[in-house]
């Protein structure tokens, strides 16, 4: 069966503390890793997808890398504003996302 | 920017009562979803529709779930008698093709009583 899991489940951290969240998968077939952002009582917003090992992709402060086994998505110099919980989910063999638990981040100023 | 649309944003149901959750995906997308978040656990998949019908469900979507999409543009998910345990909040998705990217609405959230 396909599995994520995200760590931590959550971490504070100063303004402009950099960090990386950490996301374990085991999919068959990965046919896409993605990270999302969620605010509460919010959809997930879409950030990044990752198709293959050794593939980075950047955002402003995100930046999202994948190995074959786990995903990072590194913070660098955090604000306020980027206090969300961030999801990840991986696409193997089928049409679903399969989704982590997500880490909630919080960034004090 | 393009987005996904859902209505209402708020739904408050008796149990045994039928709900129907719509939806408005990004115009030019072909692939729909339907996924569900109870408070405090993961997001789910439930269904995925593409080309006018179910192309894959979850073990959750059960005989009293039903999608459809009844024109152009909408996309709708029913449940057709709520149960206590249906209470959750339900996000509509679409993708332009298969691999890629699913972009998610801002969501319904279904409370039964």
């Known amino acids: 069966e396909d599995q994520v899991t995200q760590s931590p489940e959550a971490l504070r951290l100063q303004e402009g503390e950099s960090s990386s969240l950490n996301c374990s998968y085991t999919?068959?077939?990965?046919?896409?890793l993605f990270w999302y952002r969620q605010d509460p009582g919010k959809g997930p917003e879409f950030l990044f997808t990752?198709?293959?090992a050794g593939e980075e992709k950047e955002k402003e402060r995100l930046k999202a890398t994948l190995t074959k086994k786990e995903s990072f998505l590194h913070i660098t110099a955090p604000k306020p504003e980027d206090s969300a919980t961030y999801l990840c989910?991986?696409?193997?063999?089928?049409?679903?996302?399969?989704f982590g638990k997500g880490t909630k981040l919080t960034v004090n100023p | 920017e393009p987005e996904v649309t859902q209505t209402p944003s708020h739904q408050v149901t008796q149990m045994g009562q039928e709900v129907i959750l719509r939806c408005v995906p990004i115009?030019?997308?072909?692939?729909f979803y339907w996924y569900r978040q109870i408070l405090g656990q993961k997001v789910e998949f439930l269904v995925s529709?593409?080309?006018?019908?179910?192309?894959?469900k979850s073990e959750i979507f059960d005989d009293q779930f039903s999608v459809e999409r009844p024109d152009g543009s909408n996309f709708t998910l029913k449940i057709r008698s709520t149960k206590l345990e249906d209470s959750a909040m339900y996000f509509c998705?679409?993708?332009?093709?298969?691999?890629?990217?699913?972009?998610f609405g801002p969501g319904t959230r279904l409370l039964v009583l």
């Open positions: 998705a679409s993708s332009p093709q298969g691999a890629v990217a699913q972009y």
């Open positions: 999919v068959s077939g990965l046919r896409g």
């Open positions: 990752l198709y293959s």
């Open positions: 989910a991986a696409r193997g063999g089928s049409e679903k996302l399969v």
């Open positions: 115009s030019n997308h072909l692939y």
């Open positions: 529709f593409y080309n006018n019908e179910i192309s894959e």
